[in-house]
């Protein structure tokens, strides 16, 4: 079945830097991509995601970008604030099963001001 | 997105005991996802409802030990049965408003303890 691989597994920043958080997928016939952001205590929200026919999306600060090829998809986010800080999840929807989510295993992102 | 709420918020609960954990939907979704995600880990996906027919199992997770119901488009239940310490997780819904679309959201979570 599908496996998500994600790096790393902390990261720390200063505040304004960027961040870029990456993940890899098995299963080739994979084809949507959401990145989700979960501050402690709180549920998972959807920050942004791709689909496997577009290459790179934009919401104002984040960006995720995909190459099918190379099985590998990346979140990036510039301009970091403190209120960034949290465990983002990369998932991958496999070919296989519609609609469900395989989960990376989190990135814990520190905004230092 | 869908509005989604899960009662009970948390709870604390006896070895051997059952607990069910009840996942509302504002509108009327195809489906609907029941996930755990232990502490300070990523989520796994239990299973999903289907309503009108059983629910869909993952590998390592069995339907005695995690009855699921779907009654409705708005509405599902997991019972999580004769707990142990090693089910204290916590336990999110989802859904997908949309059949034709991939986004999901989730529920608030149950926070499950058990002694």
């Known amino acids: 079945g599908e496996n998500v691989e994600q790096h790393p597994s902390t990261l720390s920043v200063q505040e304004g830097d960027s961040a870029v958080i990456k993940c890899t997928y098995s299963?080739?016939?994979?084809?949507?991509f959401p990145w989700y952001k979960q501050e402690l205590g709180k549920r998972p929200q959807l920050i942004i995601d791709?689909?496997?026919?577009?290459g790179e999306k934009k919401d104002q600060r984040i960006a995720v970008t995909l190459n099918k090829t190379a099985k590998h998809f990346s979140l990036h986010i510039t301009e970091t604030q403190p209120e960034d800080s949290a465990v983002y999840f990369c998932?991958?929807?496999?070919?296989?099963?519609?609609?469900?989510?395989?989960f990376g295993t989190g990135t814990r992102l520190l905004v230092s001001p | 997105s869908a509005v989604i709420s899960q009662k009970p918020s948390r709870d604390i609960c006896q070895r051997g005991t059952s607990l069910t954990i009840q996942c509302q939907v504002d509108?009327?979704?195809?489906?609907m996802f029941w996930y755990r995600q232990q502490p300070g880990q990523s989520l796994t996906l239990i299973a999903t409802?289907?309503?009108?027919?059983?629910?869909?199992?993952e590998s390592g997770f069995v339907i005695d030990k995690f009855p699921i119901s779907r009654p409705n488009l708005t509405f599902s239940t997991l019972t999580v049965s004769n707990m142990s310490p090693e089910d204290s997780s916590i336990y999110l819904c989802?859904?997908?408003?949309?059949?034709?679309?991939?986004?999901?959201?989730f529920g608030p979570g149950t926070r499950l303890t058990v002694l």
């Open positions: 998932a991958a929807t496999p070919g296989t099963g519609f609609q469900k989510l395989v």
């Open positions: 299963d080739s016939a994979s084809n949507y």
């Open positions: 791709i689909r496997s026919n577009v």
């Open positions: 509108s009327q979704v195809t489906m």
């Open positions: 409802a289907n309503q009108g027919s059983e629910a869909t199992y």
């Open positions: 989802s859904c997908c408003r949309d059949p034709t679309r991939d986004e999901q959201f």
